[in-house]
């Protein structure tokens, strides 16, 4: 027994760093109970290496670094949007304008813009190709400069993508723990992102680029704490322009610039606060905060200005839309509004359904901007986590990856249904056991059961924060 205590975080990497280079190497998506198996084993590694009272913080970002180098040499094999990504970086190298052709034009034309075009056309799939790219300009740079060093090369390009996803999960490391800092919170709850088996696999091994959208987020809300709000903006556009995501969370930045002094102080008593948003001081502050959003989307546009064409516009609004009107996985309320959409009209209503849900969200978001208390920093983090989750909890589509950004907020806050969540979304990998892909939505049903059920417990049953 003194072996196992003395020696057990040495057993436990062990293990893990094994299952990591058997998940890396010599699974596929479509042999779902060993993926879960994998996946349990790698939980269960990761919470005991987190409740460790012995591991220190350095030790911790070795683990880390050591679990996400494990991938570096593998090609993906739980996702084929990659070759997307690929494809996108080498149109741009070769002077093309990736937002304005389709891959299957080419393909069916038996025309080669790319070296290894007909092989990632292939690996990308019909449907992908079929469809125009929706990934924003910051994240099409990270394309282009995988082309730049590997214009020939899959195997050269995925390490080159990789390496840019392990550096922006260091950034996030690095300012994750300074914000952290001066909120007063454990540092260690930086782990739980970035020892979390969902965000090596997924991230890292998936080469899904959220951490990169989630490096510019943690800095920028790292700035806006250190009332560095003009950075901040910069930081925040840079954020939306690898992934659209971040626009969710324009309006609750709202009571932030409101409800604090020129020095960041929070305005604390009703009666104080009141006077202070009639005083003329209040047309400054309204001010600041218009020129923060303007910062915003000026710079964005900015940075789509380049590929900016009249057909553009359409080309992006219709791949963007596909997510509302056409896509469905892993859905949650949605699939209950289906039923009753079969039910009355007899059909898939998910073109009105696709409609109505991003107006929810959009109403979601105006309570919380203007009556939810959200005047402290861990307030306005919260606030952006509930709202983030309202909107995947009412889309028509909820990819694993997509649960990157509720998990690094919640980092920040008390709450940690968002962890619990990446735990069960391995069940989303079902599907792909059929051929073609069919979800199973017993599967599905058990995912949110269990998400939902914590979310409740830790609404009604608040806990205090508590050290790693």
């Known amino acids: 027994m003194s072996f196992f205590k003395k020696y057990s975080t040495l057993l436990v990497i062990i293990l893990s760093v094994i299952c990591y280079f058997f998940f890396a190497y010599f699974l596929e998506r479509t042999q779902f109970y060993i993926v879960s198996f994998l996946w349990i084993a790698l939980f269960s590694g990761f919470y005991l290496l987190l409740q460790n009272k012995n591991s220190s913080f350095k030790n911790l970002i070795i683990v880390a670094i050591l679990f996400r180098c494990i991938f570096l040499f593998a090609i993906p094999n ?16 070769n002077g093309f304008n990736p937002y304005l052709s389709l891959p299957e034009t080419f393909i069916q034309l038996n025309l080669q813009p790319i070296a290894e075009a007909s092989t990632l056309y292939d690996g990308m799939g019909e449907l992908n190709g ?21 214009s020939k090369s899959v195997f050269g390009s995925v390490i080159v993508l990789r390496v840019l996803i392990i550096l922006a999960d260091i950034g996030i490391l690095y300012f994750g723990k300074k914000l952290l800092e001066r909120l007063n919170l454990p540092v260690k709850n930086i782990f739980w992102y970035l020892l979390n088996p969902f965000i090596i696999i997924e991230m890292t091994g998936n080469l899904h680029f959220e951490p990169v959208m989630l490096f510019f987020l943690v800095w920028a809300l790292y700035k806006l704490h250190q009332q560095q709000w003009i950075i901040a903006a910069i930081l925040l556009a840079c954020s939306v322009s690898v992934k659209l995501i971040p626009l969710l ?12 002094d020129n020095n960041g102080t929070e305005i604390k008593n009703s009666e104080s606060q009141t006077e202070f948003i009639l005083s003329k001081f209040s047309l400054f502050k309204l001010a600041k905060l218009s020129l923060f959003y303007i910062i915003i989307l000026t710079i964005t546009i900015l940075l789509f200005l380049p590929f900016y064409t009249p057909e553009f516009i359409d080309n992006y609004a219709s791949s963007v839309s596909l997510w509302f009107k056409d896509f469905e996985f892993n859905a949650s309320f949605y699939y209950i509004f289906r039923e009753i959409g079969y039910l009355f009209s007899g059909y898939n209503e998910i073109a009105f ?14 309570y919380l901007t203007f009556f939810r208390r959200n005047k402290t920093f861990i307030q306005l983090i919260t606030v952006m986590l509930f709202g ?30 968002p962890i619990i969540w990446s735990s069960v979304i391995i069940l989303t990998y079902q599907a792909y056991t059929n051929n073609p892909w069919q979800e199973n939505l017993w599967f599905v049903f058990i995912e949110y059961l269990m998400v939902f059920s914590f979310l409740i417990y830790e609404i009604l049953y608040p806990l205090k924060m508590k050290k790693l």
């Open 78 to 93: 739980l996702s084929q949007d990659f070759y997307r990504f690929i494809w996108d970086g080498r149109m741009l190298l």
């Open 130 to 150: 079929s469809h125009y790219t929706n990934y924003p300009p910051l994240n099409q740079f990270c394309f282009f400069i995988a082309a730049l060093f590997a």
């Open 353 to 366: 359904i696709g409609k109505i849900t991003p107006v929810l969200t959009v109403l979601f978001l105006l």
């Open 249 to 260: 969370f324009l309006p609750l930045f709202f009571q932030w610039f409101i409800n604090h």
């Open 388 to 417: 983030l989750c309202f909107y995947y909890f009412t889309a028509t589509t909820v990819h694993p990856w997509y649960l990157a950004t509720p998990l690094i907020l919640c980092v920040f806050t008390k709450y940690k249904f």
